[in-house]
């Protein structure tokens, strides 16, 4: 049973363009979310957050939206770059089941075409 | 920053050998992680630590064990390595506080003959 999925294995973006990354929960109990990339040979390296008080955080480039009553959050990136040609992981916890687990979903493929 | 250190990016073991993946934080990071990632599926967790000696099974622990003999580090042992755990194996650490991200190694990939 998947808990977070992210239904789009890859994504083509032309550069200076926005990315739109996709993301579903099916536990409402999740309160935490987080968005990862990772380039090839390399570890995923955290992106940003978002908690469920909130519905929207903006880093720079990156902006993460938070529906919950979808449950569904996106992450923004404008504009795209080359450099973010990479694999997006979304990730998901649940603080009140006093856990520090994260569930990730199967990633997501970007590719930014100069 | 952060740093993960997973002492080796590659290794190629044989069928039946004990396999030792470690794992290093220096951020004083309670918390440590296994993951394998296979292509197609994603980051899944093979076991946890919340503190030294302290172990948990994750969703896939099946072939695996662990050692938290000091807070800083984290050893995955594959006790008879088999093919089908020919993977990328990461290793990650946090905080013991809620809502703080995982800070990741940059990955062994493994490769099982």
């Known amino acids: 049973d998947q808990q977070v999925k992210q239904n789009s294995p890859s994504l083509s973006v032309q550069e200076g363009r926005i990315s739109i990354l996709n993301c579903d929960y099916t536990n409402s109990m999740f309160d935490y979310f987080l968005w990862y990339k990772k380039y090839p040979a390399e570890g995923p390296t955290f992106l940003i957050s978002i908690s469920s008080i909130k519905d929207k955080n903006e880093d720079g480039r990156f902006t993460v939206f938070l529906n919950k009553s979808a449950k569904h959050l996106s992450l923004h990136i404008v504009p795209s770059q080359p450099g973010d040609s990479a694999v997006y992981f979304c990730a998901a916890s649940d603080s009140g089941a006093g856990s520090y687990q994260l569930t990730f979903g199967k990633g997501t493929k970007l590719s930014v075409i100069p | 920053d952060v740093k993960v250190t997973q002492s080796s990016r590659y290794l190629v073991k044989r069928t039946g050998e004990k396999v030792f993946l470690e794992c290093v934080q220096d951020m004083d990071h309670e918390n440590m992680f296994w993951y394998r990632q296979d292509p197609g599926l994603g980051l899944r967790l093979i076991y946890f630590?919340?503190?030294?000696?302290?172990?948990e099974k994750g969703d896939i622990p099946e072939g695996y064990s662990v050692s938290r003999e000091k807070k800083e580090r984290f050893s995955l042992i594959l006790e008879s390595a088999s093919t089908n755990q020919t993977s990328m194996y990461l290793c990650?650490?946090?905080?013991?506080?809620?809502?703080?991200?995982?800070?990741f190694g940059d990955g062994t990939r493994l490769s099982i003959l």
């Open positions: 630590s919340y503190d030294v000696k302290m172990k």
């Open positions: 990650a650490s946090s905080l013991r506080q809620y809502n703080q991200p995982q800070h």
